[in-house]
């Protein structure tokens, strides 16, 4: 059974740092995307940033530059580096893998982000 677990949330005031991480579960390269969403109070889940196998990357619009994301195919991990939030980006943050037939999505529990202003 695929497992994805994130750590990295908390609360940050405004224009701070938060690093997320998510290590997913099986053998090397076992996801051909990984990636975070997000989801806040009374709104639906959106794309926060995701990355293929081979490193190709996206990002929504609201990013503006201020979050990177990153993977390890072998540890099958990947990290969301958040820079510069905003109230906006509070939310509950959701890991996203895809496995290779493209048909199975696979969500992390979730971690909770919180920024104050």
């Known amino acids: 059974q695929v497992q994805l677990v994130e750590s990295g949330g908390g609360l940050v005031q405004a224009g701070g740092s938060l690093r997320l991480s998510c290590a997913g579960s099986?053998?090397?390269?076992?996801?051909?995307?990984m990636g975070w969403y997000r989801q806040a109070p009374g709104k639906q889940r959106e794309l926060v940033a995701v990355?293929?196998?081979?490193?190709?990357?996206n990002y929504a619009h609201f990013v503006k530059g201020r979050f990177t994301i990153s993977r390890d195919n072998y540890k099958n991990t990947v990290d969301l580096q958040m820079n510069s939030l905003e109230a906006e980006d509070t939310a509950v943050y959701y890991c996203?893998?895809?496995?290779?037939?493209?048909?199975?999505?696979?969500w992390g529990r979730g971690t909770q982000v919180t920024v104050s202003s």
């Open positions: 099986g053998t090397i390269f076992s996801y051909s995307a």
């Open positions: 996203y893998a895809r496995d290779w037939s493209g048909k199975n999505n696979y």
């Open positions: 990355v293929t196998n081979v490193g190709s990357t």
